[in-house]
């Protein structure tokens, strides 16, 4: 009674999660007649799961679903609020029960924080079959779930739920909160909420109360939203994705993708120097030297980001990232020296050449040292034809200029210098 007392003070989204897999939105992928999750739970051979999906896409609620139509006891579990003294009560009393003959799915939401220690204590219960568990989490299982649990579970993905999706949701809601909503108000809802069904709960329910009994519209709604919550998580994959989108756009010369990227980056807060030092390792690992100025542009941008702080320091982040979309490309160096590394690796520790080494003691110029040393600008455009690399390693050539951009004049340059010093056109 007292339950059912409080429930109309409980959160939209906890009153209308539904109970039957065909009151649950979204996840046609897993869920969809013939899929394999959903022929799983219909045969009642459910083994462990890891429900991987962003915020809101309902992992908690097929946790529940799967419960209630195994007629599994159903624990759920904080990784937030919980620890290993909690961890060994819950296993016990599940252990109990599996001797009862009642199967149990311990639900843990957010199983990415716990440590490795931690998650290890869950598996002699998994592989003696005393609990069926299913992990939530937001972040990659891959690195955030150790691998001998992730062995024992099978990992879904769950996708975040479609503006149409949340659309349908909103409008069945709209009886419960009292209130009326045009199309276009609950489309804006959708939009707002980034595929997270809970946000959009949150949302329609602060704007019936906020409507008064009226319409819902889309003026209110711009009161209520204030403004778009990104899905970005500094510490997580979705940092780690964003900036890799918005390098690979530059990469590929499209500056309306890269904008696109940035601009998701600025309006969820990211630190501006964090952006700074990746937009310079763009301009050094894929501009080079066939744009010398884009390095220029970039340790500018930087200048200005920490002398200007926010908003004008963004114009200048945006303003490199156009310039080395659209510079030329090349990763000739950034190539060049992952070769230099390997030979220096994998090589021997060659011994610097005499004619290279300093004599500053009578001892040292007896020995040879500085012999054969030939001064550069005494000859002829200041190209002698002395061998720089040691012995072993002579005629070697690394970098390898590209034809784009300043890098085409390089090559020309190079194959002069190159040709000069080395009359013979030996290379190895």
């Known amino acids: 009674m007292a339950e059912r007392s409080d429930k109309g003070k409980r959160p939209l989204a906890e009153r209308l999660r539904p109970t039957t897999l065909d009151g649950y939105a979204g996840q046609e992928h897993i869920l969809g007649p013939g899929k394999p999750l959903r022929s799983q739970i219909e045969r009642d051979q459910l083994t462990s799961l890891i429900l991987w999906g962003p915020p809101g896409a309902g992992k908690t609620t097929l946790a529940r679903i799967i419960a209630r139509m195994t007629k599994s006891e159903f624990l759920p579990f904080s990784a937030v609020m919980s620890g290993m003294k909690e961890i060994k009560s819950v296993m016990a009393d599940a252990e109990r029960l599996s001797q009862l003959g009642r199967r149990t799915i311990l639900f843990v939401d957010e199983i990415h924080r716990f440590n490795k220690a931690q998650q290890d204590a869950f598996l002699p219960y998994v592989e003696r079959g005393d609990i069926v568990l299913i992990g939530a989490t937001t972040e990659n299982p891959s690195f955030e779930v150790n691998a001998a649990l992730l062995s024992r579970s099978k990992v879904y993905m769950l996708r975040a739920l479609?503006?149409?999706?949340?659309?349908?949701?909103?409008?069945?809601?709209?009886?419960?909160?009292?209130?009326?909503?045009?199309?276009?108000?609950?489309?804006?809802?959708?939009?707002?909420?980034?595929?997270?069904?809970?946000?959009?709960?949150?949302?329609?329910?602060?704007?019936?109360?906020?409507?008064?009994?009226?319409?819902?519209?889309?003026?209110?709604?711009?009161?209520?939203?204030?403004?778009?919550?990104?899905?970005?998580?500094?510490?997580?994959?979705?940092?780690?994705?964003?900036?890799?989108?918005?390098?690979?756009?530059?990469?590929?010369?499209?500056?309306?993708?890269?904008?696109?990227?940035?601009?998701?980056?600025?309006?969820?807060?990211?630190?501006?120097?964090?952006?700074?030092?990746?937009?310079?390792?763009?301009?050094?690992?894929?501009?080079?030297?066939?744009?010398?100025?884009?390095?220029?542009?970039?340790?500018?941008?930087?200048?200005?980001?920490?002398?200007?702080?926010?908003?004008?320091?963004?114009?200048?982040?945006?303003?490199?990232?156009?310039?080395?979309?659209?510079?030329?490309?090349?990763?000739?160096?950034?190539?060049?020296?992952?070769?230099?590394?390997?030979?220096?690796?994998?090589?021997?520790?060659?011994?610097?050449?005499?004619?290279?080494?300093?004599?500053?003691?009578?001892?040292?110029?007896?020995?040879?040292?500085?012999?054969?040393?030939?001064?550069?600008?005494?000859?002829?455009?200041?190209?002698?034809?002395?061998?720089?690399?040691?012995?072993?390693?002579?005629?070697?050539?690394?970098?390898?200029?590209?034809?784009r951009g300043m890098e085409k004049r390089i090559k020309e340059r190079l194959a002069e210098i190159r040709n000069l010093r080395n009359p013979s056109g030996t290379a190895s």
């Open 162 to 403: 479609t503006e149409e999706e949340i659309v349908v949701l909103l409008r069945a809601a709209l009886p419960v909160v009292s209130a009326s909503a045009s199309d276009a108000a609950l489309e804006q809802i959708a939009l707002s909420s980034n595929g997270d069904a809970r946000s959009a709960y949150n949302t329609l329910e602060a704007a019936a109360a906020a409507s008064g009994g009226q319409e819902i519209t889309e003026a209110l709604l711009a009161d209520v939203l204030g403004r778009k919550m990104l899905l970005y998580d500094k510490g997580g994959e979705e940092h780690f994705n964003i900036i890799s989108a918005l390098h690979k756009s530059v990469r590929s010369s499209d500056p309306d993708a890269a904008l696109y990227w940035l601009a998701r980056m600025l309006e969820a807060g990211e630190d501006r120097m964090y952006i700074a030092r990746r937009v310079v390792r763009m301009a050094i690992e894929d501009i080079g030297l066939a744009d010398p100025r884009a390095l220029e542009q970039c340790m500018a941008m930087q200048q200005c980001v920490h002398f200007l702080g926010m908003p004008e320091g963004d114009l200048a982040i945006a303003q490199a990232v156009i310039y080395l979309s659209v510079a030329p490309k090349s990763d000739a160096g950034y190539k060049a020296l992952g070769e230099v590394s390997r030979e220096v690796r994998t090589g021997r520790a060659e011994p610097v050449p005499l004619q290279l080494r300093n004599a500053p003691t009578r001892a040292m110029k007896e020995w040879g040292y500085g012999a054969g040393y030939q001064h550069a600008h005494e000859f002829g455009d200041a190209l002698n034809q002395m061998e720089c690399l040691p012995e072993a390693l002579a005629g070697k050539q690394w970098y390898q200029p590209s034809e």
